[in-house]
């Protein structure tokens, strides 16, 4: 099993920035992948970026460009470093780990709210 809490979520204005993080309660090295989802009210939940140990990161056609996932090993971490946001960007973000066994996990999520 492994526990994520994510942080770094909060209110910025269109153009801003903001870096999520998302930390797992044991060592990351043999996660087979980490991503990020969101979900808006009314929608369903998406993938927004995921990255795989051995592969290029991949991201949602709305964010490319703009967002970057990082996966720190040593720190037990996955970040999402946000850029450029927009209105539609505001979304409860979730972390999640998926493990070689099949077995998926998720975060508590962080509320993003972009708005002036």
């Known amino acids: 099993q492994v526990q994520l809490v994510e942080s770094g979520g909060g209110l910025v204005q269109p153009g801003g920035s903001l870096r999520l993080s998302c930390a797992a309660s044991?060592?990351?090295?043999?996660?087979?992948?980490m991503g990020w989802f969101r979900q808006a009210p009314g929608k369903q939940r998406e993938l927004v970026a995921i990255?795989?140990?051995?592969?290029?990161?991949d991201y949602a056609d709305s964010v490319k460009g703009r967002f970057t996932i990082f996966r720190e090993n040593a720190k037990n971490t996955v970040a999402l470093q946000m850029n450029s946001l927009k209105p539609e960007d505001t979304a409860v973000y979730y972390c999640q780990a998926r493990t070689s066994g099949g077995n998926n996990y998720w975060g508590q999520g962080t509320q993003v709210t972009v708005s002036s």
């Open positions: 044991r060592s990351i090295d043999s996660i087979r992948a």
């Open positions: 990255i795989s140990s051995g592969i290029s990161p």
